[in-house]
């Protein structure tokens, strides 16, 4: 039996505060992309929630919904934007850039109301992978839980420490 063309690589982007951080991800990305080509590999985005306010309480898992847009538009210039259905039937020798796949894990509000419009407007499709736990108990991730916890008795230890 024949084994599969491409095999998943992971690619990490930082935040894009600045022009100099947009220019170094760009090249990091073309350059990606040219040995994603080349190795015949595909890439796979993994994001969990996209917010438009820095305080969100969601811990470090945030991309902001400008930096967001800022790397789907990166993406989309090198790579190309598929779904795993797609990967399925792709040839290699027809490709002109690697393929991606974005996938949401752990689906916030934010993905709807932030990311999706972004996706939509450039004709994007992205994974979204639920928590079956999350919907049937109701209950919060265990890192949000403890990220509320810190946030808010680590600034009232801090407060008490500071006035004595």
Not at 29 to 38: D, H, T
């Amino acid at each position: 039996m024949k084994s599969k063309v491409f095999t998943a690589f992971y690619l990490t982007l930082g935040k894009l505060s600045s022009s100099l951080e947009r220019k170094i991800s760009e090249k990091r990305l073309k350059f990606a992309s040219q040995e994603l080509l080349y190795n015949k590999k595909y890439c796979v985005a993994i994001y969990h929630n996209v917010t438009i306010n820095y305080s969100d309480n969601t811990l470090s898992i945030n991309t902001y919904i400008d930096n967001f847009y800022e790397k789907i538009k990166l993406l989309n210039k090198y790579f190309n934007i598929i779904t795993f259905d797609v990967l399925k039937t792709l040839k290699q020798e027809n490709l002109v850039k690697p393929p991606l796949i974005i996938t949401f894990d752990d689906i916030y509000e934010g993905v709807y109301s932030n990311a999706y419009p972004i996706l939509k407007d450039f004709g994007l499709k992205a994974i979204l992978s639920l928590s079956p736990f999350f919907i049937e108990k109701r209950k919060y991730f265990w890192w949000d839980v403890i990220f509320d916890y810190l946030n808010h008795y680590l600034w009232y230890l801090i407060y008490l420490l500071s006035v004595q």
